[in-house]
Protein backbone atom coordinates (compact mmCIF):
# COMPACT_ATOMS: atom_id res chain seq x y z
CA UNK A 1 0.00 0.00 0.00
CA UNK A 2 1.20 3.82 -1.17
CA UNK A 3 2.00 5.80 1.95
CA UNK A 4 -1.26 7.69 2.43
CA UNK A 5 -0.44 10.37 4.24
CA UNK A 6 2.22 12.27 1.81
CA UNK A 7 -1.38 12.50 -0.61
CA UNK A 8 -3.03 15.88 -0.17
CA UNK A 9 -6.86 16.59 -1.76
CA UNK A 10 -7.11 19.80 -2.90
CA UNK A 11 -10.45 20.98 -2.67
CA UNK A 12 -12.35 24.11 -2.61
CA UNK A 13 -13.95 23.17 0.66
CA UNK A 14 -18.05 23.60 -1.13
CA UNK A 15 -21.20 22.01 -0.06
CA UNK A 16 -21.88 18.95 -2.01
CA UNK A 17 -18.95 17.09 -3.82
CA UNK A 18 -16.19 19.40 -2.39
CA UNK A 19 -17.18 17.88 0.92
CA UNK A 20 -17.43 14.02 0.19
CA UNK A 21 -13.49 14.31 -1.15
CA UNK A 22 -12.71 15.73 2.34
CA UNK A 23 -14.89 13.10 4.05
CA UNK A 24 -12.57 10.50 2.24
CA UNK A 25 -9.64 12.20 2.54
CA UNK A 26 -10.18 12.70 6.24
CA UNK A 27 -10.81 8.76 6.49
CA UNK A 28 -8.60 7.90 4.69
CA UNK A 29 -5.34 10.10 6.72
CA UNK A 30 -4.97 12.49 3.81
CA UNK A 31 -3.87 15.77 3.93
CA UNK A 32 -6.76 18.50 2.47
CA UNK A 33 -6.24 22.17 1.59
CA UNK A 34 -9.66 23.39 0.83
CA UNK A 35 -8.88 26.94 -0.89
CA UNK A 36 -11.25 30.39 -0.62
CA UNK A 37 -11.39 33.62 -1.15
CA UNK A 38 -11.99 36.65 1.96
CA UNK A 39 -15.75 34.92 3.25
CA UNK A 40 -17.44 34.02 6.11
CA UNK A 41 -19.08 30.99 4.34
CA UNK A 42 -16.47 28.80 3.77
CA UNK A 43 -16.84 26.13 6.67
CA UNK A 44 -14.13 23.52 6.19
CA UNK A 45 -11.76 23.18 8.80
CA UNK A 46 -8.89 22.89 6.32
CA UNK A 47 -9.42 26.55 4.64
CA UNK A 48 -6.38 28.02 3.08
CA UNK A 49 -7.59 31.65 2.37
CA UNK A 50 -5.94 33.42 -0.88
CA UNK A 51 -4.28 36.38 -0.72
CA UNK A 52 -4.23 39.60 -2.95
CA UNK A 53 -1.57 38.33 -5.35
CA UNK A 54 -3.09 34.67 -5.12
CA UNK A 55 -6.75 36.01 -6.43
CA UNK A 56 -5.00 38.16 -8.94
CA UNK A 57 -3.37 34.75 -10.51
CA UNK A 58 -6.76 33.17 -10.02
CA UNK A 59 -8.95 35.90 -12.12
CA UNK A 60 -5.85 35.40 -14.69
CA UNK A 61 -6.51 31.75 -14.93
CA UNK A 62 -10.66 31.92 -14.92
CA UNK A 63 -10.29 34.50 -18.27
CA UNK A 64 -8.04 31.90 -19.70
CA UNK A 65 -10.81 29.36 -19.26
CA UNK A 66 -13.73 31.60 -20.39
CA UNK A 67 -11.83 32.34 -23.80
CA UNK A 68 -13.12 28.51 -24.29
CA UNK A 69 -16.21 28.29 -22.17
CA UNK A 70 -17.17 31.84 -23.34
CA UNK A 71 -19.73 32.32 -20.52
CA UNK A 72 -21.34 35.91 -19.48
CA UNK A 73 -21.82 36.76 -16.23
CA UNK A 74 -18.72 35.72 -14.51
CA UNK A 75 -17.56 38.43 -12.46
CA UNK A 76 -19.58 37.98 -9.42
CA UNK A 77 -18.52 34.60 -9.45
CA UNK A 78 -14.77 35.44 -9.39
CA UNK A 79 -14.36 34.57 -5.83
CA UNK A 80 -15.50 31.27 -6.24
CA UNK A 81 -13.62 30.61 -9.79
CA UNK A 82 -10.50 32.62 -9.06
CA UNK A 83 -10.09 29.93 -6.41
CA UNK A 84 -10.68 27.11 -9.05
CA UNK A 85 -7.37 27.58 -10.02
CA UNK A 86 -5.47 26.78 -6.91
CA UNK A 87 -7.18 23.60 -6.35
CA UNK A 88 -5.99 22.82 -9.96
CA UNK A 89 -2.35 24.33 -10.32
CA UNK A 90 -1.24 22.31 -7.10
CA UNK A 91 -2.47 19.37 -8.38
CA UNK A 92 -1.86 16.45 -10.96
CA UNK A 93 -4.73 14.95 -11.25
CA UNK A 94 -7.89 16.47 -11.67
CA UNK A 95 -11.41 14.23 -10.31
CA UNK A 96 -14.74 15.63 -10.81
CA UNK A 97 -18.29 15.03 -10.23
CA UNK A 98 -20.70 16.28 -12.79
CA UNK A 99 -22.35 16.12 -16.22
CA UNK A 100 -21.56 15.71 -19.08
CA UNK A 101 -23.45 17.60 -22.15
CA UNK A 102 -23.03 17.47 -26.32
CA UNK A 103 -21.67 20.75 -27.33
CA UNK A 104 -20.53 21.28 -30.78
CA UNK A 105 -20.08 17.44 -31.36
CA UNK A 106 -17.95 17.15 -27.98
CA UNK A 107 -18.54 16.92 -24.27
CA UNK A 108 -18.74 19.66 -22.05
CA UNK A 109 -18.68 19.71 -18.16
CA UNK A 110 -21.59 21.14 -16.51
CA UNK A 111 -22.60 23.82 -14.50
CA UNK A 112 -19.68 25.61 -12.12
CA UNK A 113 -17.21 22.40 -12.67
CA UNK A 114 -16.48 23.10 -16.29
CA UNK A 115 -14.32 26.08 -14.65
CA UNK A 116 -12.05 24.10 -12.66
CA UNK A 117 -12.09 21.24 -15.41
CA UNK A 118 -11.26 23.86 -18.10
CA UNK A 119 -8.37 25.23 -16.64
CA UNK A 120 -6.71 21.75 -15.90
CA UNK A 121 -7.54 21.34 -19.82
CA UNK A 122 -5.81 24.12 -20.24
CA UNK A 123 -2.50 23.23 -17.99
CA UNK A 124 -2.49 20.07 -19.58
CA UNK A 125 -3.73 17.85 -15.63
CA UNK A 126 -4.66 14.83 -15.91
CA UNK A 127 -9.09 15.09 -15.88
CA UNK A 128 -11.04 12.73 -14.44
CA UNK A 129 -14.89 13.28 -14.79
CA UNK A 130 -17.54 11.25 -13.11
CA UNK A 131 -20.97 11.65 -15.08
CA UNK A 132 -23.99 11.31 -12.51
CA UNK A 133 -26.71 10.59 -15.21
CA UNK A 134 -24.22 8.43 -17.77
CA UNK A 135 -23.15 6.74 -14.41
CA UNK A 136 -19.93 6.58 -15.96
CA UNK A 137 -16.31 7.86 -15.64
CA UNK A 138 -14.74 9.47 -18.43
CA UNK A 139 -11.24 11.04 -18.92
CA UNK A 140 -9.81 13.97 -21.05
CA UNK A 141 -8.11 12.59 -24.36
CA UNK A 142 -5.93 15.30 -25.26
CA UNK A 143 -5.18 13.75 -28.79
CA UNK A 144 -8.67 14.16 -29.72
CA UNK A 145 -9.52 17.12 -27.71
CA UNK A 146 -12.34 15.48 -26.23
CA UNK A 147 -14.03 13.32 -23.03
CA UNK A 148 -13.98 9.47 -24.11
CA UNK A 149 -15.45 6.76 -21.96
CA UNK A 150 -12.97 5.22 -18.98
CA UNK A 151 -13.33 1.41 -19.29
CA UNK A 152 -12.09 0.98 -15.80
CA UNK A 153 -12.43 3.05 -12.64
CA UNK A 154 -9.94 5.31 -11.76
CA UNK A 155 -7.44 5.67 -9.56
CA UNK A 156 -5.51 8.66 -7.65
CA UNK A 157 -1.98 8.21 -8.50
CA UNK A 158 -0.24 11.40 -7.57
CA UNK A 159 0.25 12.50 -3.98
CA UNK A 160 -1.48 15.64 -5.39
CA UNK A 161 -4.89 15.20 -6.84
CA UNK A 162 -7.91 17.62 -6.75
CA UNK A 163 -11.08 16.61 -5.94
CA UNK A 164 -13.92 18.71 -7.23
CA UNK A 165 -17.90 18.93 -8.52
CA UNK A 166 -21.48 20.05 -8.13
CA UNK A 167 -23.37 21.13 -5.07
CA UNK A 168 -26.10 18.85 -6.00
CA UNK A 169 -24.15 15.55 -5.92
CA UNK A 170 -26.66 12.33 -6.03
CA UNK A 171 -25.84 8.84 -4.83
CA UNK A 172 -24.43 7.65 -7.49
CA UNK A 173 -21.50 10.39 -7.47
CA UNK A 174 -21.48 9.79 -3.26
CA UNK A 175 -20.58 5.95 -4.60
CA UNK A 176 -18.25 7.16 -6.98
CA UNK A 177 -15.73 9.12 -4.60
CA UNK A 178 -16.20 6.65 -2.31
CA UNK A 179 -15.18 3.56 -4.55
CA UNK A 180 -12.64 6.47 -6.09
CA UNK A 181 -10.68 6.10 -2.44
CA UNK A 182 -11.53 2.58 -2.02
CA UNK A 183 -9.77 1.42 -5.40
CA UNK A 184 -6.26 3.35 -4.62
CA UNK A 185 -6.17 3.19 -0.63
CA UNK A 186 -8.15 -0.17 -0.36
Not at 53 to 68: D, P
Not at 157 to 180: C, H, K, P, W, Y
Request: with cysteine.
Amino acid sequence: MKPINKYTCHSGGAAGTDSYFEFFSKRYQINVVAYSYKTRFHQSEHKYELNENEFSEGVQNVHKANEILKRSRINPYLKLLARNWFQVKYADEVFAISTLKKQNEKFAVKGGTAWAVQMAVNARKSVFVYDQEQLQWFYYDYYFGDFNILKTPPKITSLNFTGIGTRNINFFGMDAVEQLFKNTFG
